[in-house]
């Protein structure tokens, strides 16, 4: 079966149903209110939407925590109307990415409480156990502070049970082939109820060997490839996007040398390396960090984000630059979590400043890779530092000025609605932003026609084009004998930079993709572009004689 390659091009907009918009006003989202949000999301030209955990769970962690595969937790509605979701969608050309948490299951999943209850249950070895607590059981937490241990005594079973993340969630034995049989069966489940391919979260610890003797954890690789070869041939332009915060060493491991494993991953190295860019206007280690992750298969490609559901993790970074993304973006306690990274939503971190905000989607629209943005992002959401660990950055969408921003009839929303201060629902909201066209919800769809309009991004080769300037990022995409260029502005201040896109005649001039305002080089083809404080400048390379060559007008 052939694949399209779609995700080369795709704009992917991360949602949690629980949070998105309440059909029913019990203060729970339902996909009977995402399907109503569907037009929105359609205008705003996203297409795919990655939706976070909504299988059946106890709640513990957001969903994390699942206790049957093949379900929809009853608060959010049914099979049926996650089949009408994904119908609705596909009507409108957009597709269903969804989150495959395999790693582990909660404490309650019917495995677990079988495995638990009985030695020689058909479960007992889908899950790790070992007699003794290991001495290695206090290192390798996933969540650091808030963790104790990796490994629990459970009563029951007279044995202690491996977690990777929260006690209520015990890792399961991914090496054990039953165990692999039966993620199968669940992606090939919800492929067939409409879904176009899997987030997978946490893919190292899923293909990591696990045990009370594992000191040093192997990665088994190869059980990537079966992940990925089932699906293609359940569907064959389905997609697997993992999560996986690795070394760009690890890259083709993951990607695959002939690109027969993961179709797309995270860039952790680029992310970290563009808030110490925001931070310090200094881009050399952003410059470097693209650089590394470069070599790709050509079927590969890269997911950028800015901010998720989870922290902004600094873990890659070295300590003086993490203190400087702290100091800039986190320089409370209580804006920090894990002791690595910074818990806050993006328009807080940049202090509600529409040019700083606008120049780092912008950037991240124009990166190498496929863009994911959060629910709420388009519109500047803050967060609410009350709320415990990553919870902060996981409230309400904020809908109208209505009670409740208009996401519930119900005076009691599952997580509280931002009420106070400027990132209130009153100031922050899709129903006033829609009326003014210089809103950034606006903006932002503006943003993504203008993304769409340039697929040397997702398919070409880049290079970095030096400015002069470190605070100053030039970036040049060549696809198909067509070329972009796009430059941004880190510093607080206004840039005067020139430079040579070194693309020999076609080079000499430069057209903006947003207002038509062109660029002429000078008689030794350089250009001379003023940029004000955050800028940016999107061009397409060459003048109307070089369009009519190339046969694009």
């Given at each position: ?27 729970v ?26 299988q ?39 597709r ?11 404490k ?5 409480q ?34 104790k ?51 997978m ?77 925001f ?54 306690k ?18 509600g ?37 990553r919870?902060c ?17 119900s ?72 070329s ?22 076609d ?8 207002d ?35 046969k694009?007008?």
């Amino acid at each position: 079966m052939i694949n399209d390659l779609w995700y080369k091009n795709a704009v992917i907009y991360c949602l949690s149903v629980e949070t998105f918009m309440d059909a029913n006003g019990d203060g729970v989202g339902d996909f009977q209110g995402l399907m109503r949000r569907l037009d929105y999301l359609s205008g705003l030209g996203v297409t795919a939407i990655w939706l976070m955990p909504f299988q059946e769970s106890p709640g513990r962690d957001d969903g994390y925590d699942v206790s049957d595969y093949y379900n929809v937790d009853r608060r959010y509605g049914t099979l049926g109307d996650f089949v009408e979701f994904t119908h609705g969608a596909k009507q409108r050309g957009i597709r269903v990415l969804i989150d495959l948490v395999i790693n582990h299951t909660s404490k309650d999943h019917p495995w677990f409480q079988d495995a638990r209850s009985d030695p020689h249950s058909r479960y007992r070895e889908w899950y790790v156990w070992s007699e003794k607590k290991p001495a290695n059981a206090d290192h390798g937490m996933v969540f650091p502070g808030v963790q104790k241990t990796t490994w629990t005594h459970d009563e029951k079973a007279e044995a202690y049970y491996f977690h990777r993340f929260y006690d209520h969630q015990p890792d399961l034995n991914t090496s054990n082939p039953e165990v692999q049989a039966e993620i199968l069966k669940i992606m090939g489940f919800w492929i067939q109820l409409g879904v176009s391919g899997f987030r997978m979260d946490a893919a190292p610890f899923i293909i990591a060997t696990k045990g009370a003797e594992v000191t040093k954890p192997v990665e088994q690789f190869d059980m990537l490839r079966k992940f990925r070869e089932f699906l293609q041939w359940r569907l064959g332009d389905s997609i697997v996007l993992a999560e996986a915060n690795i070394l760009p060493k690890d890259n083709f491991e993951y990607f695959g040398d002939d690109g027969d494993r993961m179709q797309m991953m995270f860039n952790f190295q680029v992310n970290q390396a563009l808030f110490y860019a925001f931070a310090s206007a200094d881009t050399r280690p952003l410059k470097k960090a693209m650089e590394a992750t470069k070599p790709r298969p050509a079927t590969a490609q890269w997911g950028l984000f800015l901010r998720n559901h989870d922290e902004l993790d600094l873990g890659r970074l070295t300590d003086k630059q993490r203190g400087a993304v702290f100091a800039e973006f986190g320089p409370d306690k209580n804006m920090q979590l894990y002791d690595r990274g910074i818990r806050r939503r993006l328009a807080p971190m940049l202090g509600g400043d529409r040019r700083r905000i606008e120049m780092a989607y912008s950037l991240l629209f124009s990166l190498p890779g496929t863009p994911v943005i959060r629910y709420g992002d388009e519109i500047g959401m803050g967060d609410d530092l009350n709320l415990p660990e990553r919870d902060c950055a996981r409230t309400p969408m904020q809908w109208s000025t209505e009670p409740e921003g208009g996401f519930t009839k119900s005076p009691k929303p599952i997580t509280p609605v931002i009420k106070d201060g400027p990132y209130g629902f009153e100031h922050i909201n899709v129903a006033e932003q829609r009326r003014d066209p210089n809103s950034l919800l606006n903006w932002t769809e503006r943003m993504i026609r203008m993304r769409k309009e340039a697929p040397e991004i997702g398919w070409g080769d880049f290079c970095v084009v030096d400015t002069g300037v470190d605070g100053v990022l030039a970036l040049r995409y060549d696809w198909r004998g067509n070329s972009v260029l796009i430059l941004h502005n880190l510093h607080a201040q206004p840039a005067e930079v020139t430079f040579d896109p070194d693309i020999g005649e076609d080079g000499r001039q430069l057209i903006d993709i947003a207002d038509g305002a062109s660029s002429s080089a000078d008689e030794k083809g350089r250009h001379t572009i003023r940029l004000d404080a955050y800028g940016y400048r999107w061009y397409r390379v060459g003048g109307l004689d070089y369009l009519l060559r190339r046969k694009e007008i």
